[in-house]
C-alpha cells in the first residue's frame, strides 16, 4: 500500500512538474518583445532606442553603432565597412548579418532586443526572421518613424559639426543615404506590413511625445 501511495505521489510531481515547466515557458516566451525601430537615417531611431531599452529592459543593437565601433578599432570588418558608409552606401547582406547573429548570441540573458537599423535589405529581413525561428521566437513587431526629408536633412547637417561622422558631413552623403532607404530599405516595411506587424509612428515632436507614442505601441504589442 505504501508502495502504491509513494508510486502515485511521484508520478503526480512528475506531471505536475512537467505541466508548470511548459506553461510557464510559454509564458516566457509570451513576454519576450523583439522590435524593429525602422525609419530614415536621422528620424531618431538611436535616440529612442536608447531610452526605451531602460523603460523595456531590453537590449538596443544598433549596426551602424557596431559598424562604427569596428571603425574605431580598425579591424578588418571596420575597414570593409568603412567604404560603404562613408558613401552613404549599405554595408554587404552577409558582413551584416554575421554580425547582428554574433551580437544577439552574446545575450542569452536578454528580454528582446531592439533592432535599430537593421534589417534594411530583404535579405536581412529573411534572414532575421529565420533566425528567431531557429531560437523558438519570433519578431514581435515593427515601428517605423516617420519623418520628412528636410527634417532630415537639417537635423544631420546640424548633428555633422560635432558628431565627427563622415556620413554626416557633407549634404550630397546625406542625400545619398535617403535615397539608398528609399530604394533598398524601405521595402522592409512592406516585407513585414504583409504579415501584419509593421506600424508607423509620427517622428515629429520633442523627443518625450514620441517617446511616449512609442512605449504605448511597444505595450500594445
Ligand atoms: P546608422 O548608424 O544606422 O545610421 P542611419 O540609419 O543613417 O541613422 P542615424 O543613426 O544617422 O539616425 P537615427 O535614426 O539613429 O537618428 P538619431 O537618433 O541619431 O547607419 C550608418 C551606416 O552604417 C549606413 O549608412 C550603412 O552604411 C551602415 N549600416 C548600418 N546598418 C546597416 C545594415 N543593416 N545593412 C547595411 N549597412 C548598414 O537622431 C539624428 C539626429 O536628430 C540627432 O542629432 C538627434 O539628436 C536629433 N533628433 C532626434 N530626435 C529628434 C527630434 N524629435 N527632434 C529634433 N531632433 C531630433
Ligand atoms: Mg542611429
Redesign the pocket.
Given at each position: 500500500m505504501n508502495n502504491l501511495i509513494s508510486y502515485i505521489s511521484r508520478q503526480w510531481n512528475y506531471f505536475k512538474n512537467r505541466f508548470f515547466n511548459i506553461v510557464g515557458k510559454s509564458q516566457l516566451n509570451k513576454f519576450m518583445k523583439h522590435i524593429i525601430l525602422f525609419?530614415p537615417?536621422?528620424?531618431?531611431?538611436?535616440?529612442?532606442a536608447k531610452q526605451l531599452e531602460k523603460k523595456f529592459n531590453m537590449i538596443h543593437i544598433?549596426?551602424?553603432?557596431l559598424?562604427r565601433y569596428e571603425i574605431g578599432n580598425k579591424t578588418p570588418l571596420g575597414i570593409e565597412?568603412q567604404a560603404?558608409?562613408d558613401q552613404?552606401?549599405?554595408?554587404p547582406d552577409e558582413v551584416?548579418i554575421g554580425m547582428l547573429k554574433n551580437r544577439v548570441n552574446k545575450h542569452p540573458e536578454a528580454n528582446g532586443f531592439i533592432f535599430?537599423?537593421?534589417?534594411?535589405?530583404i535579405p536581412?529581413s529573411q534572414a532575421l526572421d529565420q533566425f528567431l525561428n531557429e531560437r523558438g521566437e519570433e519578431l514581435s513587431g515593427l515601428i517605423s518613424l516617420k519623418v520628412d526629408d528636410e527634417e532630415i536633412v537639417v537635423?544631420?547637417l546640424?548633428?555633422g559639426k560635432t558628431s565627427g561622422r563622415a556620413?554626416d558631413a557633407s549634404e550630397a552623403v546625406i542625400r545619398k543615404?535617403i535615397e539608398v532607404y528609399n530604394d533598398q530599405t524601405a521595402p522592409v516595411f512592406n516585407y513585414y506590413d504583409d504579415k501584419g506587424k509593421a506600424q508607423e509612428v509620427e517622428g515629429?515632436?520633442?523627443?518625450d511625445e514620441?517617446f511616449n507614442r512609442l512605449s504605448s505601441t511597444i505595450e500594445a504589442l
Amino acid at each position: 500500500m505504501n508502495n502504491l501511495i509513494s508510486y502515485i505521489s511521484r508520478q503526480w510531481n512528475y506531471f505536475k512538474n512537467r505541466f508548470f515547466n511548459i506553461v510557464g515557458k510559454s509564458q516566457l516566451n509570451k513576454f519576450m518583445k523583439h522590435i524593429i525601430l525602422f525609419g530614415p537615417p536621422g528620424s531618431g531611431k538611436g535616440t529612442q532606442a536608447k531610452q526605451l531599452e531602460k523603460k523595456f529592459n531590453m537590449i538596443h543593437i544598433s549596426t551602424g553603432d557596431l559598424f562604427r565601433y569596428e571603425i574605431g578599432n580598425k579591424t578588418p570588418l571596420g575597414i570593409e565597412a568603412q567604404a560603404y558608409m562613408d558613401q552613404g552606401r549599405l554595408v554587404p547582406d552577409e558582413v551584416t548579418i554575421g554580425m547582428l547573429k554574433n551580437r544577439v548570441n552574446k545575450h542569452p540573458e536578454a528580454n528582446g532586443f531592439i533592432f535599430d537599423g537593421f534589417p534594411r535589405t530583404i535579405p536581412q529581413s529573411q534572414a532575421l526572421d529565420q533566425f528567431l525561428n531557429e531560437r523558438g521566437e519570433e519578431l514581435s513587431g515593427l515601428i517605423s518613424l516617420k519623418v520628412d526629408d528636410e527634417e532630415i536633412v537639417v537635423r544631420l547637417l546640424d548633428r555633422g559639426k560635432t558628431s565627427g561622422r563622415a556620413d554626416d558631413a557633407s549634404e550630397a552623403v546625406i542625400r545619398k543615404r535617403i535615397e539608398v532607404y528609399n530604394d533598398q530599405t524601405a521595402p522592409v516595411f512592406n516585407y513585414y506590413d504583409d504579415k501584419g506587424k509593421a506600424q508607423e509612428v509620427e517622428g515629429v515632436g520633442t523627443i518625450d511625445e514620441i517617446f511616449n507614442r512609442l512605449s504605448s505601441t511597444i505595450e500594445a504589442l
